[in-house]
């Protein structure tokens, strides 16, 4: 029931009320006022509300819901998915897949007439689809297989095949910069839309009128700088707000009889371009108060609900994706991947809304302690600030779209503990040949057999594996990384391990064809073994399989590499742009390329050369043949801290495999850069583990890095001992690789599970907080209170 009629009838019922209930010495005379006054206080409530009597107070929670819809809808399309649901993933809150972009790719390749060898359609559909579909998946349409598709689009608006070819390559040719012919192409194209609109109406006639208005508002909204485009934008919506608008919210023509009637397609056309103008479709338009708000309409039909056709899909997901991006501040169209600043207030606006959600997540999570919450509700704040940061700087609406979707899954990734037991676990000790060992009591085998006491609980993105005494330590890798098989391994559709779950078996493959995966999350199956969830980048398949360094490696670089040689027997490209577009030259097998850094980018790290220009990490293309031997910055793989009284090392290899250091001391160091020189801990001065006789106060840790929570619990230690000792403490009983320099106010800590600090000068390392706030001193010498709660943040 709409806001107005409510009202209305509640008016009417508070006048029965009065006419029954108002007492004995109320005339008839005086209950007929009270009721007329009652209708009309109403009446006036509604008058006040303005605009914004049709726009329902969750009208912005259902345009989520409906997009989570849309993306849903067509994400299940799998190896279906087109150039348009490319571009409809790209704007959704988690961003596209690799093997959805592949997809998509392909389907740009086979469907447009232009790349597959065809000759172009009539109003360039094929050609505005392929090239919103190739921007959004991050490929240049200025060369796709050595074609031109932007020469080929400026070559049809040079002499447009269709009014529909006019508006079609104007959008296309606005979604970015492609050189003075297609600028060119777009001033010519603009005015001659702009020629074409009637100057007694503001519209664009045609056979369906409310169709080709909308597509010309859409594509003159990606061209406001342009002679005259501004003013034919407000004459354009002015006039559909009063020749097009009907009261239900809809669009309709009134002087076509054939083609003029309101149909779904129409009103999804025009909402989404009136939204690209700037207007904001979630209340009626100006001067239309008794009418609906197009948005709403829309959401009316249910367009994006299962069985309706997959192009009314595409087009309402997209709508309701524009509505939202200018109802929180974008500018102009969602299409206009280019446009500085465009994207940046919308995507800033939606980011924050995340983190909201995320915090109050957090907040009304009934099994987390305080502690846990406080330390998840700062790592959200932190993360938000970071991205803010990074969405403030960005240039590009592409490079805004894409941090905000890198924020909103680093929210994701923020888990909270909760309540640990009140008894703590001392780690058992076993003596061999003379060495002692200190296990992880979270999973040693000995230790739940014969010990009562519960293990503290924990939360962790990264669950810990079962350390081993002797023998080669399990490496493990970051949640939601890439890595490759080593040798053949099994995939299985659930985490028994039974012939009959089993999917697939790769075989052990040379380097170069080694399968990759998405680690999606580890943990331990019943049958005691560690595992990885894993879904297979080539063909999509998910399912489970035995984690370890046996098994994988991370399959990008992530160490301070300086020389690579080329591997790939189809050699690689070198690009302009990080995100591997812009190619420059392409590089033959075998050639040595000298390198600058490492860049990070997401899962898929990247390598800038000495000339600026950038490369891939991945393994499979590229090997090693220099490291810098002093870097600490690096992201590697860690194996579970085995702590003994003599010094290994196992040398690494060029597959992948991780440098495992064993030290003299408490701790452990791992780093995944073979040359790296691990930094021996110096003993604390105070036991790390409670005597019996000692006085013990307890302490709760947090460790959190990459927007995740490495490990979360508590830990009890003497009474006097510094924070640095309870986090070795912590270290030792979480199964945690922990290195650190110095001792007292010197100490310093350098690295946690391969999270290193970087070079001196850099801000890269790691950050410590006390009960929400940071010391000031070195953790060596901050002497700990019972209860007190430490958060580790890596910076970086």
Known sequence: MKRKQFLYWFSIVLGIFLIFFSGGNSSRADTASDVNSAISTGLTEIAQQGSQIDSRADTASDVNSAI???????????????????TCLVFGDNGITDLQAQYAYKSILKNNDFLSGGSQGLNGISDVSAVNGLVAIDKDPTNVNGKNLVADIVKDANNPASDYSIVNDLEALSTGSYGQASETARTSLTKKLIGMQDQKTGLWNGFDKVDYTGRAILALSMNTKQPGAADALNTAVKAVSNHLYQENGGFADSSNTMFGAENVYDDVTMTNALASAGVNVYVPLKGKTDYVAPVQRVLDQHPVSAGNSAMLIQQATWTFEQARFTRNGGKGSIFAFNQADAAKPGEIVSIKAAAITKKQSIINDPQATAAAKSDALNLVDQILATYVSKLSADSTSSAAIADRAAGVTAFNHVTVSHAAPATPVTPPTVTNNNVTVVNNPASSS??????????????????????????????????????????????????????????????KRARINRPMFLVISQQTNKQGHAIYRVKDINSGKTGYTLSGSKYFAHAYYSAKVTRIKVINPKGINEYGKVNLTSKKRHVKKNASLNVRKVVNYGRYNRMQLTNGRYITANKKFILATKIKKSSQNTRPSTPTATTTGTSTSTPPTNSGSTATTTTTGTTTTTNNSPSATPTLPVAPTNPVTPSNDAKTITTTISIHADGATIASGSIKVNSGASALDALQAFAQQQGLALTYKGSGATAYVTGINGYNAGPAGTMTGWLYSVNGTEPGSSMGVYTLKDGDSISMTYNK
């Open 446 to 507: 000995s230790a739940s057999s014969s010990s009562s006491a519960t293990s503290t609980s924990s939360s962790s993105s990264v669950p810990i594996s079962t350390p081993t005494v002797s023998g080669k330590p399990v490496k493990k890798a970051s949640h939601r990384s890439i890595v490759y098989a080593l040798t053949t391994v099994k995939l299985y559709r659930s985490s028994n391990f039974t012939k009959s779950n089993l999917t697939k078996t790769y075989k």
């Open 68 to 86: 989570s819809t849309g993306l849903t809808e067509i994400a299940q399309q799998g190896s279906q998915i087109d150039a348009w649901d490319a």
